[in-house]
């Protein structure tokens, strides 16, 4: 090994001491992780998706297993902002960056529980989950139209002072579009993909694998699709990405931040090794030890093209 | 409820202390005690009078448990067991790997409670109490790990299942209805992502030193078969053990344990600590002899045995749901405790409901993690919201389960 690698990042002015984050819905409220993973060996982590109310989720069958990936629909069960507060923050170590997913069915609920959110300890964050329908426009997605998502990013930036990251839908056509009208809003970066919209089949009684009939596809299997998306993100805006989609190794990471990911987050991997993003953390220190990269901002962008 | 202890409560906390523990902490003590930020005092309230309490102090990867007391009248309820499970999920939280604490050598009640939670003898503390008596000191790790264990033995036993023997550096023990998750098929040097998902399995019981444990299944698909595939050395990631399992049984506990399939797996634990201090019935169930899984190691228990096969191959002619009404009908005061396909598990608590007896199962859902963050093994519940199989059970008491739409 060479001399020490500079892992720190700065995620549209979060500060982290590396570029790996858990994924919202995959890692809790952090405490869960405790037996297995010290926390101040990632980057820091996102909750799970944060509402006005508590909610209970869907009824079962939640998830599915598909190949190389899985498909969930939950339904955003979560216990709400308050009780995120009060009970689940304290749980979390010093030191460890929080960022705060949230979530709601109109805009108003979301700039509510921004407002919760700003200036409290541990929370140095707030990530929009843009995949949510709006219940007044039909159930379209906010990140599924251009000018629904513009509304929703304007009403959060006017609602907190905290860095906020926007966190696009895949379920588009143009996927720089959606990137370029959260930068216009004041988003203060992007963090990219959310599950694709997926559906699978039980042919024993021929109905939907899942109660919800649909669910989001995660793991392995939508990771070249995630990065082709945060690439064509990232040659659109300036502002920084955090690149997801079926990160399990640190040579998956690598490949985000060549393609213009300033940090990433683990998801689905987390299931299946509590330890995932640790070993992500500490396998892209490794890798640039090896290679010679002095620090890990130095990949961003470095896509080699013929 | 258990609560963090008021400043308000340390007078009646050390009176209650001091009608139970010849050596309790005193007032300024537990004031003391309270303030650090390291020390876990909480108490059990029932109409604003606090019937229980533990203490306990986390210091580096250890918790101690000093106290737990309960007022006499409402003892052999489960308040011990629920404050000390409480105080361990807390130290585990805040980074503790093991628990410690002293008992006195003759208090036999206070060493079996124990051993019942997996506390082991370590050491004897001569004359420790002023009284003269000697200190027993116990600890018991705590769980759950995560790590690559070595398969040891993986073959078929006779029957259609199989039995995979782990070795699993760091096993803190499990209790009777714990599980462990799986990777599905011994784990590559790139890591497979085809099957993605852990399995969950039940521990069917501890070998070898305590660090080897064995799993009963059958190959039901792509995971298990990779798994079957397994041999002496591979490796296989463990993740475990994770979930509630069973309360130890009552004293004198006539008890129906009633199994199918793989689920039968989950019970041997419970059948062997309710034939240690009670009377144990084990009913399984399958659809041919073969499929009988386990039945050297129930055979080998202290308990009745009644088997139930769909063609007739070996017991009763039928659903072992059958024998069990009428081994309710004859002990209606007896426990069920039921792990296995959905419907028996349901027939089994319908029939349970109508002679009214305790019914408990432990439900099988899907889910990805095992730890509480993927959600996707939410069972509901009666009354609405949803219970975390892998969290807040496997083990639920069957009348708090809505069968209807349990999938």
Same mark, same amino acid.
Request: hydrophobic fraction near 45%; aromatic fraction near 4%.
């Given at each position: ?306 | ?250 004293? &004198?506990?006539? !008890?129906? $344990? @009633? +199994? #199918? %399939?793989? /689920?039968?797996?989950?019970?041997? =634990? ?105 959600? &996707?093994?939410? !069972?509901? $519940? @009666? +009354? #609405? %919201?949803? /219970?975390?199989?892998?969290?807040? =059970? ?14």
């Amino acid at each position: 090994m060479s001399a020490a690698v500079d892992t720190c990042v700065d995620l549209g002015g979060i500060a982290l001491r590396n570029p790996v984050l858990t994924a919202s819905g995959t890692f809790g409220y952090g405490t869960e992780f405790a037996p297995f993973l010290d926390l101040t060996t990632i980057g820091g982590f996102v909750a799970k998706s944060l509402t006005v109310e508590p909610r209970t989720g869907n009824l079962p069958n939640r998830i599915h297993e598909t190949p190389s990936g899985m498909l969930n629909a939950i339904g955003l069960e979560n216990v709400g902002v308050d009780a995120f507060i009060a009970e689940k923050l304290p749980e979390i170590p010093d030191g460890v960056p929080v960022v705060a997913s949230v979530f709601g069915t109109a805009p108003s609920e979301y700039v509510e529980v921004c407002k919760r959110l700003t200036g409290v300890p541990k929370v140095a964050g707030i990530e929009i989950n843009a995949s949510c329908p709006h219940v007044k426009a039909g159930g379209i997605e906010f990140g599924q139209n251009a000018e629904l998502l513009a509304g929703l990013v304007r009403e959060c930036r006017a609602a907190t002072s905290l860095p906020l990251l926007v966190k696009l839908s895949p379920n588009v056509t143009r996927i720089a579009d959606m990137a370029r009208v959260a930068e216009a809003e004041g988003a203060d970066g992007l963090a990219m993909i959310n599950t694709l919209q997926a559906l699978d089949v039980d042919l024993a009684t021929r109905r939907p694998v899942l109660r919800n009939v649909l669910g989001g596809l995660s793991g392995p299997a939508i990771l070249p699709v995630a990065l082709r998306m945060v690439w064509q993100a990232s040659q659109s805006v300036a502002i920084p990405i955090c690149g997801i989609g079926g990160i399990s190794t640190a040579e998956d990471a690598i490949k985000f931040l060549l393609c213009g990911a300033t940090a990433v987050q683990v998801g689905t991997a987390s299931y299946l090794n509590p330890m995932a993003a640790g070993e992500v953390a500490a396998g892209i220190e490794a890798w640039c030890a090896e290679q010679g990269v002095a620090a890990v901002r130095d990949l961003v962008g470095g896509l080699e093209l013929p | 409820m258990i609560e963090a202890a008021a400043a308000a409560d340390l007078q009646q906390i050390t009176s209650l202390g001091a009608s139970s523990l010849p050596s309790a902490w005193g007032l300024d003590a537990l004031a003391d005690a309270q303030a650090r930020h390291d020390t876990l005092l909480e108490v059990v309230r029932e109409s604003g009078e606090i019937v229980g309490y533990v203490l306990a102090r986390c210091c580096a990867e250890e918790v101690e448990i000093h106290e737990i007391v309960i007022a006499p009248s409402r003892r052999r309820a489960g308040l011990g067991s629920a404050l000390l499970a409480h105080a361990l999920r807390a130290a585990g939280r805040a980074g503790a790997r093991s628990a410690h604490l002293e008992v006195r050598a003759n208090d036999a009640g206070a060493l079996r409670f124990y051993q019942e939670r997996r506390f082991r003898e370590i050491g004897r503390r001569p004359r420790y109490y002023r009284s003269g008596e000697d200190a027993i000191t116990m600890s018991r790790k705590l769980g759950p790990v995560r790590v690559d264990a070595e398969v040891v033995a993986n073959e078929a036993d006779g029957t259609t299942g199989r039995r995979l023997r782990l070795r699993v550096p760091g096993w803190p023990g499990a209790e009777p209805g714990q599980f462990v998750m799986l990777s599905p098929g011994p784990r590559t040097r790139v890591p497979r992502t085809d099957p993605l998902l852990p399995r969950p399995m039940a521990v069917y019981r501890t070998l070898g030193d305590g660090d080897e444990i064995e799993i009963l299944y059958k190959i039901s698909g792509r995971g298990t078969a990779l798994l079957a595939g397994a041999g002496s050395g591979d490796r296989v990631g463990v993740v475990g053990p994770l979930g509630r399992g069973f309360a130890p049984p009552a004293e &004198g506990e006539h !008890a129906l $344990l @009633v +199994g #199918g %399939g793989t /689920g039968t797996a989950s019970l041997l =634990g419970q059948a062997a600590a309710v034939a240690s201090c009670g009377q144990a019935t084990v009913l399984l169930g399958a659809r041919t002899a073969g499929d009988l899984l386990g039945l050297a190691e129930f055979r080998a228990l202290n308990v009745g045995l009644e088997l139930a096969t769909e063609d007739g191959s070996a017991g009763h002619h039928g659903f072992i749901t059958e024998p069990l009404a009428k081994a309710l009908a004859a002990d209606p005061g007896a426990v069920v405790y039921a792990c296995g396909p959905t419907p028996m598990m349901r027939a089994a608590a319908e029939l349970a409901r109508e002679h009214d007896a305790r019914c408990v199962v432990s439900l099988e859902n899907p889910m990805a993690c095992g730890f509480g963050v993927c959600l &996707g093994c939410a !069972a509901p $519940l @009666v +009354g #609405g %919201g949803f /219970g975390l199989v892998c969290r807040d =059970g496997p083990v639920f008491d069957a009348s708090t389960v809505d069968w209807g739409n349990l999938s």
